[in-house]
């Protein structure tokens, strides 16, 4: 039966205009966000039970440079004023951002050579400050690096954050805005007539849609067939990681790429936000139908683990916290498709690859102030009372002394650990539910709590009767994230 949303519209010059954006991944979630500075009504339809559940999930989470995507590419043209627009973000919307700069480091005389291409290219692409370092001098900042290492291009531009709390950040305060997040939704069929789009079917429901935006991650080219413009594939191509424990903290203090291949920027080591050391990804591609398949294998973490030691010999295994892996979108012109199509308010947001998450805010710019603004020429009119700050849960771990007693006063939940490994208290757990989190997984991307080195094992049980206890369910109903992953058979005594 159709929904109608008549207290939601708008009017636009006589006409309603109603917006969606299918995924709720990075690039869905920022142009949501962007778009909710405008009068319009807007929807955000994701099919996982929560948001960055996608590609977004699982990836390097660089913010990159810019400097090594092909000058006049589609990627090229966001990357760079993609890793610019950062700053300001994560300050308006409080996430995880540090920009503790990158090397790309070679090991031969010809690597050297592409090195002083990177320069070039990088130059070309907007990206300052780019620089090549001896064998001493990156040493000298980067103690544990190999000691065959003879030059590195340093990029003192290049960030690490963690894409999901910017997803989820991005669509708490696209609702604070006005914004409707439909979770667990999954778009079947888009209608469109006289070469216009005019209605979004999913599993639950049907809305009319004056434009729709294809931010769908690896199934951006089934959401277009929908619309019949369905003139691209996508492949996944598989990336696995091998996560060492915060006691490694300062192994690295930036990015470390080795140069590049043809096929990807190759295994890196890279620094988390909150401490921890990520090595990965491998690249290897899979067939078209298997873009659910995050499986790690043993050969896909092995040559992880050489590859890395060959950046950072004293890499010690003993201290992994998890391995997982992510897909990356690919297409076969290895770039993104960004855009009008030949029906009117379908909009593509597709083919994310790398370096997608670095982009995705100038891809949310541009697809409001470019995409919709101009070349669907429609009128947006700014809302006068948009609120672009949103404030993040406070971690006991990152905050001060007087302010945790200041918390734990308010609420004494937050004197109160749940998980030791990351310092989570009941506060922020209960804060996160509070927020949105309705499984064990919801609250750990929101809160670290069951993200370290015991993975949960002590924690877990808290955590279940605490989200029981606040959402009044039992406890046996409490998921770990999708719908069919229960975690007890039963009743059970505590
Ligand atoms: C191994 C790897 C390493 C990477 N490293 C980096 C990096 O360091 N830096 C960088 O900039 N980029 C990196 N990337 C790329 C970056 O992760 C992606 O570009 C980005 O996450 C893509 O985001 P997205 O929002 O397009 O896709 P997603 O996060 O997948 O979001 C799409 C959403 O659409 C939803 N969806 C799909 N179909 C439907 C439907 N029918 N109905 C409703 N919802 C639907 C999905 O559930 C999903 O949540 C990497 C990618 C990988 C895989």
């Not at 760079?80 to 090397?103: C, I, Q, T, W």
């Not at 294809?214 to 990336?239: H, S, T, Y």
């Not at 470390?256 to 291949?261: A, K, L």
């Amino acid at each position: 039966m159709p929904i109608e949303f008549g207290i939601w519209l708008f009017i636009y010059g006589g006409v309603y205009m109603r917006v969606f954006v299918i995924g709720a991944g990075i690039v869905g979630s920022l142009i949501a966000r962007e778009l909710s500075k405008y009068d319009i009504e807007l929807h955000i339809i994701e099919k996982a039970p929560d948001i960055g559940w996608g590609v977004t999930k699982a990836n390097s989470a660089i913010i990159h440079g810019g400097y090594d995507d092909p000058p006049g590419s589609v990627r090229a043209r966001f990357a760079a004023y993609g890793n610019k627009l950062y700053d300001e973000l994560s300050k308006e919307l409080d996430f995880g951002f540090k920009r503790v700069g990158s090397y790309v480091v070679a090991f031969k005389e010809e690597e050297v050579s592409y090195l002083k291409e990177l320069l070039v290219r990088g130059e070309k692409n907007g990206v300052s400050n780019l620089e090549i370092l001896s064998s001493a001098e990156i040493r000298k900042r980067e103690p544990n690096i190999s000691d065959k290492a003879i030059a590195a291009l340093w990029c003192p531009t290049a960030g690490i954050t963690e894409p999901w709390e910017v997803a989820i950040a991005a669509i708490e305060n696209a609702q604070e805005n006005g914004a409707v997040v439909h979770l667990g939704e999954r778009v079947t069929n888009i209608i469109v007539r006289n070469q216009k789009v005019r209605k979004i079917i999913t599993n639950k429901g049907e809305y009319s849609a004056d434009i729709i935006i294809n931010a769908a991650g690896l199934f951006a080219d089934e959401i277009a067939k929908m619309a019949g413009v369905g003139d691209f594939e996508i492949f996944p191509r598989k990336g696995e990681y091998i996560l060492l424990d915060k006691k490694l903290k300062g192994l690295v203090n930036s990015v470390i790429f080795p140069t590049p291949t043809k096929k990807s920027k190759g295994i890196l080591v890279v620094p988390t936000v909150d401490g921890g050391i990520l090595l990965g990804p491998n690249a290897v591609d899979l067939p078209k139908d298997q873009k659910n398949n995050v499986k790690t294998t043993r050969e896909g973490l092995n040559e992880v683990y050489e590859k890395a030691k060959k950046l950072i010999p004293s890499i010690d295994l003993s201290l992994t916290v998890k391995t997982f892996a992510g897909l990356r979108p690919e297409t076969k012109d290895k770039d993104f498709i960004i855009g009008t199509t030949k029906v009117w308010g379908f909009v593509n947001a597709a083919g994310m690859r790398s370096p997608g998450l670095t982009a995705a805010p100038a891809i949310a710019k541009y697809i409001v102030e470019k995409v919709i603004s101009e070349d669907l020429k429609i009128n947006l009119t700014k809302k006068a009372n948009f609120n672009p700050y949103r404030k993040k849960i406070p971690h006991i771990e990152e905050v001060s002394l007087e302010y945790w007693e200041e918390l734990v006063k308010k609420d004494p939940k937050f004197g109160k650990t749940i998980c030791f490994c990351n310092n989570v208290s009941e506060g922020e757990i209960v804060e996160a539910i509070k927020r949105g989190a309705r499984t064990l997984d919801g609250v750990k991307f929101r809160t670290r709590a069951s993200f370290g080195r015991c993975q949960g094992g002590f924690c877990s049980l808290k955590i279940m009767e605490i989200i029981s206890r606040e959402l009044s369910i039992p406890l046996e109903e409490v998921k770990m994230n999708y719908e069919n992953s229960k975690i007890l058979n039963g009743k059970v005594r505590i």
